[in-house]
């Protein structure tokens, strides 16, 4: 039984045309086991985040397909991927991205209202993801009175709105000092033991040595050890 939640085939994204042509990724082929926690790893410049964004359908592929639950997303109009975005697949950037007019509470709400949850459960709701991340005692506290990996566990939080399966992070700890990304990173193992698929993009060699998943993006194309197990 294939017990992958993302497939990759033949991948290919290229960008420009004729002397501009760059070829951002080369023909991948890659499976993400469910449930597994999974780094992207790789130099500057090697297709690392353009994986990521195709992954998550935030870009169209030039070839290939990227099947999640086995449907392929390069064949869905904008509106069904977008429906299927919303249902399965939670974003976390290295830039917080929250509103900083808003509480904590307040950000994580947005994101469940915009995935039609009742005004009446919104707020018991963000309080109960906020508990998630442990900051619910934060929950009145705008951005500007949140420390860097405060924030960025509040914006995990609002990435759980949907309760996706699947978590995609583009260097989530990259503006973060030691201390906030082992908080960080205590809260996504801490969701992967309960069940989330995990795929990170990082440059740290601290965090890709304490994950049991494995993938470097070297020109374009993927590097995968022979040996992968899971993350405990």
């Not at 086991?33 to 410049?45: D, E, L, M, N």
């Not at 440059?203 to 040996?227: F, K």
């Given at each position: 039984?294939?017990?992958?939640?993302?497939?990759?085939?033949?991948?290919?994204?290229?960008?420009?045309?004729?002397?501009?042509?760059?070829?951002?990724?080369?023909?991948?082929?890659?499976?993400?086991?469910?449930?597994?926690?999974?780094?992207?790893?790789?130099?500057?410049?090697?297709?690392?985040?353009?994986?990521?964004?195709?992954?998550?359908?935030?870009?169209?592929?030039?070839?290939?397909?990227?099947?999640?639950?086995?449907?392929?997303?390069?064949?869905?109009?904008?509106?069904?991927?977008?429906?299927?975005?919303?249902?399965?697949?939670?974003?976390?950037?290295?830039?917080?991205?929250?509103?900083?007019?808003?509480?904590?509470?307040?950000?994580?709400?947005?994101?469940?209202?915009?995935?039609?949850?009742?005004?009446?459960?919104?707020?018991?709701?963000?309080?109960?993801?906020?508990?998630?991340?442990?900051?619910?005692?934060?929950?009145?506290?705008?951005?500007?009175?949140?420390?860097?990996?405060?924030?960025?566990?509040?914006?995990?939080?609002?990435?759980?709105?949907?309760?996706?399966?699947?978590?995609?992070?583009?260097?989530?700890?990259?503006?973060?000092?030691?201390?906030?990304?082992?908080?960080?990173?205590?809260?996504?193992?801490?969701?992967?033991?309960?069940?989330?698929?995990?795929?990170?993009?990082?440059?740290s060699h601290e965090i890709a040595s304490?994950?049991?998943?494995?993938?470097t993006v070297r020109d374009g194309q993927?590097?995968?050890?022979?040996?992968?197990?899971?993350?405990?």
């Amino acid at each position: 039984m294939n017990d992958s939640v993302i497939s990759v085939k033949g991948l290919v994204k290229e960008y420009g045309q004729g002397a501009t042509l760059v070829k951002a990724l080369r023909g991948v082929d890659l499976d993400i086991a469910r449930g597994s926690f999974t780094c992207i790893v790789g130099p500057s410049g090697h297709g690392k985040s353009t994986l990521m964004h195709l992954l998550g359908g935030l870009d169209h592929a030039t070839s290939g397909s990227v099947l999640i639950d086995g449907q392929d997303i390069c064949q869905l109009s904008n509106k069904d991927l977008a429906r299927l975005r919303a249902k399965k697949i939670g974003f976390v950037f290295q830039f917080f991205n929250l509103l900083q007019s808003l509480t904590a509470i307040e950000n994580v709400q947005t994101a469940l209202m915009l995935a039609g949850v009742s005004e009446k459960q919104q707020q018991a709701r963000a309080r109960e993801l906020l508990s998630i991340v442990g900051l619910v005692e934060k929950a009145a506290a705008k951005p500007g009175q949140l420390s860097g990996g405060q924030q960025q566990r509040v914006a995990i939080a609002r990435a759980l709105a949907n309760d996706p399966p699947v978590l995609l992070m583009d260097e989530p700890t990259g503006n973060l000092d030691s201390e906030a990304e082992a908080e960080v990173m205590n809260v996504l193992k801490r969701l992967n033991r309960q069940g989330k698929t995990i795929i990170l993009v990082t440059h740290s060699h601290e965090i890709a040595s304490s994950v049991g998943n494995l993938i470097t993006v070297r020109d374009g194309q993927v590097e995968i050890p022979e040996r992968i197990k899971k993350a405990s």
